[in-house]
């Protein structure tokens, strides 16, 4: 049995009357570029989160660099962020000429460790990107007082966790603004590219929605130095219909998470843990283990598909290299890109998957002799 990672195509083949009606109505509009479709999907997601207002963008990358540019984010600035997530967390600070700040993570959460955030604040703080790593909340509670009590800006990085709650709040609807992406194996994914900024600031929204169209309202007439960063009118469409179903996945996503810690629970692996303020939505199920090139190798061999997420902490990346952090500096971060693995999970799955999953990794912990 042959298991990717992630199945998009059965995603498709679920849907296809819906997602081929909603791109033949595009088409045969001939209004491709901030059309109805998108004002539609903004409305949709700004409603589904419960915030004033959402503005499509081109991607996920795009959102963060347009809410930082839209602060006023620039040289001189520096911004925290976790030592641990995608690059682009980190890439649209140093791509407004600002300095990324790195923290460490929690150990079970693999979020930011909020615990140490304050004592990276200097005078030149602009803003805080906690990230909803692989589909779980922050603990935004604590952090929300932070930023208020020393009037820093909070983006929330919720690329990953689209749907996930803390507490009966929306992630990316807890803080000053929340950036999403829709990129195509996001919860929430397109067929390429794309992405949101979400907030109940209008300053912050109108300055966005310049900014993602050349820095103008009126069209030729630009206000400032902008980008061409507009969502495509039949991503729009594409995620306005599967926006209807989110719900449903993410819950099928929660089962099958409950279904491999039940099997999964007599190994030696390390499960994803989820807080009490938490609703987790696995976006990625991460396990732990100390012997990942043997476990993955093992899986391979199966025709069970796993990755990586991620392999290096951002500190530790060439770009990043300037500053100087060595090794150990962000202990949590560096081991986790050592021992994470991602097995298959995806709202598709049969319970043969499932099963069949967990049956190779209980191999492979046995095999190797898997350590927590």
């Not at 067929?191 to 309202?217: P, Q």
């Not at 997420?309 to 971060?333: I, N, V, W």
Request: hydrophobic fraction near 40%.
């Amino acid at each position: 049995m042959k298991i990717p990672l992630l199945d998009l195509v059965a995603q498709y083949h679920n849907i296809r009357e819906e997602i081929d009606q909603a791109i033949h109505e595009v088409l045969e509009s001939g209004t491709f570029i901030l059309g109805p479709k998108v004002a539609a999907l903004e409305e949709a997601i700004a409603s589904y989160l419960g915030v004033k207002h959402a503005v499509g963008v081109a991607s996920g990358t795009d959102a963060l660099l347009l809410t930082l540019r839209a602060y006023g984010v620039g040289l001189g600035d520096e911004v925290i962020v976790p030592a641990y997530s995608f690059f682009a967390t980190s890439e649209a600070v140093s791509q407004c000429g600002a300095t990324p700040v790195f923290v460490d993570i929690d150990p079970q959460t693999y979020c930011i460790d909020i615990a140490q955030i304050e004592r990276r604040i200097t005078p030149q703080t602009k803003a805080i990107i906690p990230v909803h790593l692989y589909g779980h909340p922050v603990e935004m509670a604590p952090l929300m007082e932070l930023a208020k009590l020393r009037e820093i800006k909070i983006i929330e990085d919720n690329a990953q966790a689209l749907g996930a709650d803390f507490h009966d709040r929306k992630t990316g609807s807890i803080s000053d603004v929340g950036c999403l992406s829709f990129f195509p194996s996001k919860n929430l994914g397109g067929y390429g590219d794309g992405g949101m900024v979400v907030s109940d600031d209008s300053t912050l929204v109108e300055a966005v929605r310049k900014l993602r169209t050349h820095g103008w309202r009126t069209k030729y007439h630009p206000e400032m130095f902008g980008f061409n960063s507009r969502l495509d009118e039949l991503q729009a469409a594409i995620l306005r219909v599967k926006l209807t179903f989110l719900d449903t996945w993410n819950g099928r996503r929660r089962s099958i998470a409950a279904r491999y810690r039940a099997l999964l629970s007599e190994t030696g692996v390390e499960l994803p843990w989820e807080a009490p303020y938490a609703k987790h939505v696995y976006h990625l199920y991460i396990l732990r283990v100390k012997e990942r090139k043997a476990v993955q190798d093992h899986l391979r061999l199966s025709g069970i598909a796993s990755g990586i997420y991620y392999p290096l902490p951002l500190h530790q990346l060439e770009p990043y290299r300037h500053l100087g952090y060595g090794p150990g500096s962000f202990p949590e971060a560096e081991r986790a890109a050592q021992e994470t693995l991602a097995i298959p999970l995806y709202p598709e799955m049969t319970d043969d998957h499932i099963e069949g999953v967990a049956s190779r990794v209980r191999e492979a912990s046995a095999l190797v002799g898997c350590r927590r």
